[in-house]
């Protein structure tokens, strides 16, 4: 691989590990808070980045992130039980199908729609891998029925799905508006 595209890919992983790290504090956004950003990140990685350290180096991230923020900034550890370990496959399963999705590069409505296919899909698996290993293995439910449980986690998967959708969109739009954008100046100064 050439400098520049190794460096493009250090850039794009520095960039989403800010995004990451300025929007996981809150799941689904307040007044004063974007909604969390990490699984469109993941997803995000998988397309701009690709290899498994960019990965780790984010799975990393965001588990310093969440020890900071309940060891220095008083969040709740509601969440930290055994069922953690099972955002290693959330987060895989977004990471996974952005990696499928980046040769889908062009504004032609089979590649949108493919790649949004493949975002939903996976954001889809991530929140039930999420969600399930939570029930199942937190211990926090030992008496609630999985129809009950369902009912009451199926509020979250609308914010859960639409925040990854809207932060990934806007940025794929964004970087296929560009590189278009891009390609057109560069064949105009070569017929020039």
């Known amino acids: 691989m050439d400098q ?3 460096n493009k890919k250090y850039i794009a992983l520095s960039a989403l590990a800010l995004l990451m790290a300025v929007t996981r504090s809150d799941h689904f956004g307040s ?3 974007l909604p969390d950003a990490t699984l469109a990140v993941f997803y995000l990685a ?3 980045t690709g290899g498994i350290m960019s990965f780790v180096v984010l799975l990393a991230e965001a588990a310093l992130l969440d020890y900071v923020a309940i060891t ?3 969040v709740s550890d509601y969440c930290i039980s055994p069922a953690y370990v099972f955002l290693i496959p959330t987060y895989a399963a977004t990471f996974i199908a952005g990696h499928w999705s980046k040769k889908y590069t062009s504004f032609k409505v089979t590649d949108v729609s493919i790649q949004f296919a493949l975002l939903v899909v996976s ?3 991530a929140f ?3 969600n399930g290993g939570f ?3 937190s211990g926090k439910f030992p008496d609630l029925s999985l129809i009950e449980y369902a009912e009451r986690v199926a509020k979250y ?3 859960y799905v639409s925040s990854t959708l809207i932060y990934s969109c806007a940025i794929l739009a964004a970087t296929k508006t560009f590189n278009m954008l891009n390609k057109e100046k560069e064949s105009s100064e070569v017929l020039s």
Request: charge should be neutral.
């Open 72 to 74: 220095h900034w008083n």
């Open 135 to 137: 029930y199942v293995f």
């Open 157 to 159: 998967y609308p914010a």
């Open 123 to 125: 954001a889809t698996i």
């Open 31 to 33: 007044a004063l808070s």
């Open 4 to 6: 520049i595209q190794q």
């Open 128 to 130: 039930f891998i999420s």
């Open 46 to 48: 998988g397309i701009f």
